[in-house]
């Protein structure tokens, strides 16, 4: 008995080794959010990104330090303060056998702009464009109204479809798979709604070949599910592994792990504006004559309390580096004497002490519960940990799409928020972040501690006007240490992107938390 | 029996006004999807021209009248996330639900009819103890651990299922089925039986309790002293009178079995509607969310309606027109 079923396994193996197709050019990988159009230009989602970084090119893109390199454009300059002219790489061919040409780069950026109904367009990034000029095939120009610096960094956000193919296509027509023609690694094969997207090797692909004739991108965002698929060989790597199973999959013989600091940071806005705040109250419950968070004592009692280090190895298993900056290092606008703030009770009791609360006083603390890695225990941490210092700290928290709804509208006092620098450079934080409120300028959208400092405005405007790379990255240093000194935001940490692959597979990880096929190698 | 239908569909009719109208409050009291959507970068013109576009800026009473027209002309809106109407959205997602609610439901009818009736018959037996304390651990388990045991152990452990997912799919009446293919059953059969152990334990009990009152029926006891064999006493008298009951909750639970698939779907990132829905409520993506409760109510009237008529079927002391009110 036991014989005949040791043999029928053997069978079994025999036969299943000799059905499945080659191991080394086929990858599957499990993403953790689901995809919902195939558009590269309908809604500016992340995970929809994920799947356009497959198949087509930009003109500029970023390494996975995310620091800015040619992609599509050779090379790029500023001719003069409002005039960019970008160099398009020759003998590029899109998927179908015809030639990239600036044409095409002329079609996407206006197609962007007529994509109906789009909750998130695209347009943010090429609205500075007020006119373009095609010099020749290869050469392009941006003529922008006034001086502007982050032209490639936004560009860097735009994905080039043939004008040949998707002229006059819908975004119906991209979810149907009919116009999907790009420049990029692969080519797109199959998108099954809410399941998965396969590709396929470009074999004419400009730049590095892919290790995979054939990649799937399984959607699979519960956590559980991902990690299942992969420990059952279902797939062969994954994203995003969940924080309590780091450990576990890092000991793993069959698996391997890759890291990388994200260029999200997580943080909590102190509403330091209006003269009283509706969360915090004095210790029997009673409305504070003043708001505590417009004295710069409080908010750096409050960042002394926060043990960061304690967050970084109880709360999220080791996957976060505690900061004091807006961005990571080797990021542009990243400043490395901002260290992050040292855990120091007795010195942040001293300081509420001298700013009038020697005992402190009573606050709710807001956070959401389903965006970032593990915000509610962070704020049920931080908020044990503002208790101890005096300050009796209760949390409330909510999914993202009801809490950004109340946040945005300013009701709460103190609130967690995560922020990716995803153009890959720090003005993308400051500009939102920091900048005094003005929603005319698309300044200080996501301010919502109302931080407001002319001298930091003044410093910023003038990074925004400056071109030369050398001089921005140093205004942009200066902004980022002037906010920081007066606590505009309070630094928690910058996420660890994580990734796992079975043995045999290598990932190169990234900054801007996008899993890649192309970055994927046997080894 | 027509004025009956009509008066169910009326019915049907003010449940779905209400239930729109109610979402449609909902959504629109947590906030605007365009805030969660759009570039961080954007001025307050782009969120004003993005908010214009999409009609979210008018207020929420001629939003909703906007809608209501639509919905005559056939339209309940369009996906904001998928920029897709959100009823071909729903009915591209729907096969996979109906697919995995049917398989759970036919696991769970075929084991649990005859489980429950073994169940009742021999009460007292070591097999009919067994058989009510597993049906004690399906009632009791939550779905999503079970799901998670199930893949942990036939997936992770012994490798003898895929862990998650719909296999390859191919087309029967023009809908894509996963079950005619081998590979497709395979992953068709964790999630079912995943689905199905709710409702088996269910029906498990409610077949016993029915088989031991039937039992003590006086028709069951003159059949038995006319000499009837077990097998037609069991078969015709038995199992045909608790059939009623059985009936009805199988139909009540495939339509929460259809909108309680969600769980059961996400654990096994099994592409159904369920899926859809989760996503489209962290996305406030209203036309989808209010087009997929329509379809629920829809099924649901259907279903109910559907179970009336097999009354009239098993019973025919059951007249649906002459007993209307």
Redesign the interface.
């Known amino acids: 008995m036991r014989l005949r079923r040791l043999t029928s396994l053997f069978l079994f193996s025999i036969l299943t080794a000799a059905f499945s197709p080659a191991q080394a050019a086929e990858l599957k990988v499990g993403v953790g959010a689901?995809i919902?159009?195939m558009?590269p230009h309908?809604?500016?989602?992340f995970p929809n990104n994920g799947v356009a970084e497959h198949i087509y090119n930009k003109l500029v893109t970023l390494d996975p330090d995310s620091r800015l390199i040619p992609d599509l454009a050779e090379s790029w300059k500023a001719v003069d303060p409002t005039t960019w002219e970008f160099k398009l790489r020759r003998s590029v061919k899109f998927h179908d056998g015809s030639d990239f040409t600036a044409a095409d780069v002329i079609f996407t950026y206006d197609r962007v702009g007529k994509?109906?109904?789009?909750?998130?367009?695209?347009?943010?990034?090429t609205?500075a464009i007020i006119s373009s000029e095609v010099v020749d095939d290869h050469t392009i120009r941006f003529k922008t109204a006034t001086p502007y610096p982050l032209l490639p960094n936004d560009l860097s956000t735009i994905y080039i479809v043939s004008k040949k193919v998707a002229g006059n296509a819908t975004?119906?027509d991209f979810?149907a798979g009919k116009v999907n023609i790009g420049t990029g690694p692969f080519k797109f094969v199959e998108f099954?709604?809410?399941?998965?997207v396969e590709l396929a090797r470009n074999d004419a692909y400009w730049g590095k070949k892919p290790a995979w004739e054939k990649v799937t991108l399984?959607?699979?965002?519960?956590d559980?599910?991902r990690l299942?698929?992969l420990?059952?060989?279902?797939v062969d790597a994954i994203e995003n592994i969940p924080t309590p199973d780091f450990a576990k999959i890092k000991a793993n013989q069959n698996l391997q792990t890759s890291t990388k600091t994200s260029h999200r940071i997580i943080f909590f806005h102190l509403d330091q504006q209006r003269d009283q705040t509706p969360f915090v109250t004095d210790k029997d419950g009673k409305p504070l004559e003043k708001n505590p968070f417009k004295d710069l004592k409080v908010r750096q009692a409050i960042s002394k309390a926060i043990d960061r280090e304690a967050i970084k190895t109880r709360v999220m298993e080791g996957l976060s580096l505690p900061t004091g900056n807006l961005v990571p290092a080797p990021m542009f606008g990243h400043v490395p004497s901002l260290t992050p703030e040292k855990y120091d009770l007795d010195g942040a009791k001293k300081l509420l002490a001298e700013a009038g609360y020697p005992n402190g006083f009573n606050l709710t603390l807001h956070a959401p519960n389903?965006r970032y890695v593990n915000d509610d225990q962070i704020a049920q941490t931080v908020a044990q940990m503002l208790t101890r210092a005096g300050i009796t700290t209760k949390i409330v928290t909510m999914?993202?799409?009801?809490y950004?709804?109340?946040a945005?509208k300013l009701e709460y006092s103190m609130t967690l928020l995560g922020?990716g620098a995803s153009t890959g450079e720090s003005s993308?934080a400051l500009?939102?972040l920091l900048a005094t409120f003005t929603?005319?300028?698309?300044l200080g959208?996501?301010n919502w501690g109302r931080y407001s400092n002319p001298a930091m405005d003044g410093v910023l405007a003038k990074a925004m006007a400056t071109i030369d790379d050398k001089e921005r990255e140093a205004l942009l240093q200066e902004a980022a240490i002037l906010s920081m000194k007066d606590i505009g935001l309070l630094p928690l940490h910058h996420q660890i992107n994580t990734w796992a692959t079975k043995k045999g597979v290598v990932y190169t990880p990234r900054t801007d938390e996008y899993t890649l096929a192309q970055e994927f190698q046997p080894k | 029996m027509l004025t009956f239908i009509l008066r169910r569909l009326g019915e049907s009719f003010l449940v779905l006004l209400v239930m729109s109208l109610l979402v449609f409050t909902g959504v629109y009291a947590?906030?605007?999807?365009?805030?969660?959507?759009?570039?961080?970068?954007?001025?307050?013109?782009?969120i004003a021209q993005?908010t214009r576009?999409?009609g979210l800026d008018k207020p929420l009473w001629e939003q909703y009248f906007y809608f209501l027209k639509q919905v005559l002309n056939g339209d309940l809106g369009?996906?904001?996330?998928?920029?897709?109407p959100a009823i071909e959205?729903l009915l591209?997602?729907m096969p996979a639900t109906l697919e995995l609610a049917l398989a759970a439901m036919f696991i769970a009818t075929v084991l649990g009819i005859p489980l429950g009736l073994l169940a009742g018959l021999k009460a007292d037996s070591w097999i009919g103890k067994t058989i009510m304390t597993i049906s004690i651990l399906g009632f009791s388990l939550p779905t999503f651990w079970v799901g998670?045991v199930l893949?942990?152990f036939f997936?992770?452990e012994i490798?003898w299922l895929?862990?998650?997912?719909?296999g390859p799919t191919s087309s029967l009446l023009g809908m894509p089925v996963s079950f005619l293919s081998w590979e497709g059953l395979r992953h068709l059969f964790l999630p079912a039986l995943n689905l199905a152990l709710f409702k088996l334990a269910l029906i498990i009990r409610l077949t016993r309790a029915g088989t031991q009152e039937a039992l003590l029926q006086d028709y069951v006891k003159y059949a038995r002293a006319k000499g009837l064999r077990a097998r037609r006493i069991i078969g015709v008298h038995v199992l045909k009178n608790i059939m009623i009951p059985i009936v009805t909750v199988i139909g009540l639970e495939f339509g929460s079995v259809i909108a309680f698939a969600i769980v059961t779907e996400?654990?096994?990132?099994w592409?159904?509607m369920g899926?859809?829905l989760i996503?489209s409520?962290?996305?406030?993506d209203r036309p989808v969310i209010v087009a997929y409760l329509c379809v629920i109510v829809v099924f649901f009237v259907v279903i109910n309606l559907l179970v009336d008529l097999a009354y009239a079927f098993l019973d025919p002391r059951v007249r649906l027109g002459a007993t209307a009110r």
């Open positions: 689901d919902t159009s558009d309908y809604v500016n989602l994509i109906p109904n789009s909750p998130g367009p695209f347009t943010v990034y609205k975004t119906e979810n099954k709604r809410g399941d998965r399984r959607i699979l965002p519960n559980p599910t299942a698929a420990l059952s060989g279902d389903n999914p993202m799409g009801v950004l709804g109340h945005s922020w993308s500009r939102p929603p005319d300028k698309g959208g996501f | 947590i906030g605007n999807p365009v805030d969660l959507l759009i570039a961080p970068e954007a001025t307050a013109q782009d993005v576009a999409l369009r996906s904001f996330m998928f920029n897709t959205l591209s997602r998670l893949i942990m997936a992770v490798g895929p862990s998650s997912g719909r996400s654990i096994f990132a592409p159904g899926k859809l996503d409520i962290n996305n406030l």
